[in-house]
T-cell receptor, first 111, second 117 residues
Framework: KNEVEQSPQNLTAQEGEFITINCSYSVGISALHWLQQHPGGGIVSLFMLSSGKKKHGRLIATINIQEKHSSLHITASHPRDSAVYICAVTYSGGGADGLTFGKGTHLIIQP | GAVVSQHPSWVICKSGTSVKIECRSLDFQATTMFWYRQFPKQSLMLMATSNEGSKATYEQGVEKDKFLINHASLTLSTLTVTSAHPEDSSFYIC?????????????FGPGTRLTVL
C-alpha cells in the first residue's frame, strides 16, 4: 500500500523555536508537496519538490529521494505559523497526478 | 496568479437532495482538476480526477453515480453529490493542475463544507 507517514502528529512550541516536521513515503514519487491548512479548512501549497531543497522566507523544505524522506523546517516560528502542515506525494508511474496525503502535523506556536 | 475558487463555501441540505459544488480556475486554464474530501480529523483523500472534455476517473470506493463530475470547460469543474445522506457530510476541496514546460503544480480551492441533515 502506498503510504505517507508524518511525524510528529502534534507539536506545540514556543515562539522563536526552530520547527521540523518529517515525512516519509513508501514507493517512488514524481513530486512531494508541503501544504498548510488553516482552521477554516483552506489549503495553501507551500512547496513542491522533486529533489534537493527549497526555501521561501522562513520555510525550508528538503527531500532525500534515496531515503524517501522529506522535512519541512520553520525558522523563528511565530504564532501565525499555527496550522496543520500536510505532506502529500504524487506517485510516479501512475497515469494521474492526484495526491496521496499524510495525516498532517498539527502545529501550535505559543507566544 | 493561479487562483482557484469554489462555490459554495458551505452548504446545509436535507437528506435525499442533490448538491452541486463548483470549482473554477480564475486566471489559468486547467485541463485537469481534482476533487478531494476530508472527514473530521482525517486526512484528505482523492475522490476523482476530472479531465476537460472526457469522463472523470474515480478512485476505488468512490461511487461515480453518486458523485457526478462534469468538466465542461478549461476553467470549470462541478461535483454533484446526488441523493445526499448524512454520511456524505464532509469538507470537499478541489484543485486545478497548472502544467507546462518544466512545471507541474496544483492549486487548491478554499473548500466547501457540506452538512447533510
Amino acid at each position: 500500500k502506498n503510504e505517507v507517514e508524518q511525524s510528529p502528529q502534534n507539536l506545540t512550541a514556543q515562539e522563536g523555536e526552530f520547527i521540523t516536521i518529517n515525512c516519509s513515503y513508501s514507493v517512488g514519487i514524481s513530486a512531494l508537496h508541503w501544504l498548510q491548512q488553516h482552521p477554516g479548512g483552506g489549503i495553501v501549497s507551500l512547496f513542491m519538490l522533486s529533489s534537493g531543497k527549497k526555501k521561501h522566507g522562513r520555510l525550508i523544505a528538503t527531500i532525500n529521494i534515496q531515503e524517501k524522506h522529506s522535512s519541512l523546517h520553520i525558522t523563528a516560528s511565530h504564532p501565525r505559523d499555527s496550522a496543520v502542515y500536510i505532506c502529500a506525494v504524487t506517485y510516479s508511474g501512475g497515469g494521474a497526478d492526484g495526491l496521496t496525503f499524510g495525516k498532517g502535523t498539527h502545529l501550535i506556536i505559543q507566544p | 496568479g493561479a487562483v482557484v475558487s469554489q462555490h459554495p463555501s458551505w452548504v446545509i441540505c436535507k437528506s435525499g437532495t442533490s448538491v452541486k459544488i463548483e470549482c473554477r480556475s480564475l486566471d489559468f486554464q486547467a485541463t485537469t482538476m481534482f476533487w478531494y474530501r476530508q472527514f473530521p480529523k482525517q486526512s484528505l483523500m482523492l475522490m476523482a480526477t476530472s479531465n476537460e472534455g472526457s469522463k472523470a476517473t474515480y478512485e476505488q470506493g468512490v461511487e461515480k453515480d453518486k458523485f457526478l463530475i462534469n468538466h465542461a470547460s478549461l476553467t470549470l469543474s462541478t461535483l454533484t453529490v446526488t441523493s445526499a445522506h448524512p454520511e456524505d457530510s464532509s469538507f470537499y476541496i478541489c484543485s486545478a493542475r497548472l502544467a507546462g514546460l518544466g512545471y507541474n503544480e496544483q492549486f487548491f480551492g478554499p473548500g466547501t463544507r457540506l452538512t447533510v441533515l
